[in-house]
């Protein structure tokens, strides 16, 4: 089992920034390559970024591209989200996730262990 606790959610103005931490605990955090997901009202849970287990590989949806940033501290056991030039779309639940499987990382399917979310409410 992979326990996984966002944090640094909040309320921030358009064009503000705010970076999550997603702290991982249980199995070997650098066997897991991590994601994070968001999911606004009334909406399906998406993809927002991705990266392999070493840090090297990153992968974004189309509206994080260019804003959005993901890194891991695997001696940390935690990975971020840094988010900049945030807008009133990017308002949502942010879930981190661990995943241990060949299957695409853009799909929530490629994920075993899913945080409880952070609250990330961007006002215009």
């Known amino acids: 089992q992979v326990q996984l606790v966002e944090s640094g959610g909040g309320l921030v103005q358009a064009g503000g920034s705010l970076r999550l931490s997603c702290a991982a605990s249980?199995?070997?955090?650098?066997?897991?390559?991590m994601g994070w997901f968001r999911q606004a009202p009334g909406l399906e849970r998406l993809f927002v970024a991705s990266?392999?287990?070493?840090?090297?590989?990153?992968y974004y949806a189309d509206s994080a591209e260019g804003r959005f940033t993901v890194s891991r501290d695997n001696a940390k056991n935690t990975v971020y989200l840094q988010m900049n030039s945030l807008e009133p779309d990017d308002t949502a639940v942010y879930y981190c996730?661990?995943?241990?499987?060949?299957?695409?990382?853009?799909?929530?399917?490629?994920?075993?262990?899913w945080g409880q979310g952070t609250q990330v409410t961007v006002s215009s």
């Open positions: 990266i392999s287990r070493s840090g090297g590989t990153t």
């Open positions: 249980g199995r070997t955090f650098s066997n897991y390559r």
């Open positions: 996730a661990a995943g241990n499987t060949a299957i695409n990382s853009r799909l929530q399917s490629g994920y075993d262990y």
